[in-house]
């Protein structure tokens, strides 16, 4: 009987711990860095996801007030999790919403936006990495604010929430 | 390019003898004949792994960039000491190793286990090959080092120069002989409980390999943070990191499980205890490689993992822990006949007192690291736990756990009745009590608990010394230990009692004092390095007897990948280390200056060095005897 107490004990434990630590492999949490702001972005060349042309970042940095370049892959659980987010900061006609795909499958990654949607006006390709690390990302996800001058104004570390978008929305007012 | 693709098929053919000889082993246990050939395949098993780590060698010499894993972690101008090094310096490989490990460990149990029971040796080698298929997946699903890239890249992403450091390229090896010998001792105990084998004779055998590991555990971590000290500049050898913590709990409860083998070798007493203690310590293990690889415990300042890599070392994980507590349950019958009459004067208890001990601390480290992580996925609320926790709930139980340990092993087994020198253990005790006093005293500061913690070890200190002198020889490998252990907290103590530091902003030309030393800034000199550029400055420190020591703390700007790193200079001596350490102040002449005087830094290295020598020499003998 107390045997049996134990045992039973054990496996709620043990499916607690299982569930929390589950969990926690998915939470990323969010970050704003304070010193990373006001910073030039630097120039660069990628591919675009679709077309596979080349593009380079003047391409893409023109014709708007503020830019969103989002880090994102299909393997990171976050990002699935900010995607509403994105979804509805794409619907404010102010800001050019830009998708850096990190390390991933372009296949799956298109996938991942024809059955989620695309809120991306442009979406371009990071295949090793080398991009994010010259814009001096952090980690994934990851999102910069940027102006109009190319300057990074707010960079938001992790999954955006709702209460990012809000602060975008004041910024970009 | 030839090597990346012989050593994928390697590895996929390793997988595949595994599984073979994990089917023929259950054969061989249904009909109790021991198939020979499970020991040739097993053989080729160890070489197929050894291949395919040595072809991962080879692409990194080679500056093979067609391999994902070369080309993230190493560059064409790095020495060719870092690119071996590199090969375990990062996720893919360093699971390699593992599994090369592991293969080799249970190769070396096959051979040196030729006298004991057949079903025994062949479980153990069930339950082993059971965590090498899941290594082998593991490492062939979601973190194969052998990806091909194409078109192949020019030059590589270069590897962390923080990582390149001599400490560091032999720490993970070492390390990792720890870690997986552990998993022997979980499938040797899981065996001896189905076959009902937890004996005097299992605890004598299994014994080696629980020395082992902690052999080089001990040095393992000993150089992990020997490495933290002199490579990342911060003037400390250990802060409580949680990656730190995650090789901390292992040992703990080696070393708990190294004190109850003894009373099952010669009371058969602790049984039970001595089963949890062996599946808790690899299970630790395997949590550590969980928190590490899975990415929960990474700083901000490096990229997400994969989580699908997380996912599969949890269920993993936890496949392992209900396998091991169904098993324990269901076999584990500790019979009334085993009950024997217990004094609390005795050696069985003292071990046994040191075990709660050493239990309460591991729980105490076992929160600080997971707390966070359940905190932030139960309540979303980011907290850090840092070294005033571990000092607040560690230092009150230390100074028991001291004088405890000075006492307990002079006990006898089975009963103690008259205690031998009571008179001097107590004259011994004022003597470190006065000691203690005095030292505050001449620091000027008066903290009641830090002095009776002082004392006790010194009390320890003082007694391990005196058993050198005691005529009996025959555990010299244990006094050889437990005087490496008071040495390490006695050296801890002080050296965090009578440390002191200045920070400074000084240009070149300038002079500080600090205390009694004169720190002078003479000059900077740039150099243009292999990989690196390196700005040196020449500093000089006296002090009031006119003693001059120079100083050349080194700044190095390494091109791949962009990063600055501070080397500092340490002058080491018997009684005391200087450490002075520079960094730059951006768009500014002045550098940010950082000079330590840190005491008996060394005698905490030499001390854990005598922890590792007791343990060694305890193996020498065990294995002459045998």
Redesign the interface.
Known sequence: MKNKILIILLVFFLSFCFFVLFKSLESSGIYVPEKTENRELTEFVSKDLFSKKKITSSEIFQGSDYYILNIWATWCAPCRKEHPQLMELSKNSSIKLIGLNYRDDSKKAKKFLNKLGNPFSVNITDQNGTISIELGGYGIPETFLINKDKKIIKTFIGNLNNESVRQINLIVK | MLANHIGYYSLVMGLATSILIFLLSLKSYKFKIIDKRIFSISFLQLFFVLISFTSLVICFVISDFSNETV?NNSHTNKPIFYKISGTWGNHEGSLLLWLLVLTLFLFLFLITSKKESKRYRILTLIFQQVIIIGFFLFVLVTSNPFNYLFPE?IEG?GLNPILQDPALAIHPPILYVGYVGSSLIFSATLAAVIENYISKDWAKNIKIWVLVSWIFLTIGIMVGSIWAYYELGWGGFWFWDPVENVSLMPWLCLTALLHCLLVLEKRELLKSWTIILSIATFTLSMCGT?LVR?G?LNS?????N???R??FI?CFL?FL??IS?IIF?LFNKEKQKDYKKIYFFSKEVSILVNNWFLMYFLSVVLIGTLYP??L???I?H?ISVGPPFYNKLIIPFLIFFLIFMSLGPNLKWIRETNIKHKFQLIIFFFISLLISFLIYKKIGQTNLINTVLVSASLYLFIVTIRDFFSKELYNFSKKISHFGFSLLILSILLNGILSSEVIMNLKVGEKFTFKNEKIFFKSLENNKKENYQSIVGYFTVEDNKKNISQFKPELRIYDQ?LVITSEADIKTTLFKDKFLVMNTIKGNEYFNVRYQIKPFMIWIWISTLLLAIGGCLNLYNRLYEK
């Open positions: 080309f890249p992403l969980f899975s929960i901000v300042h490096t990229f997400a994969d989580p699908s997380g996912i949890l936890f822990i209900i507590l349950f992580i359940f932030e996925v139960l979303d980011k990948p």
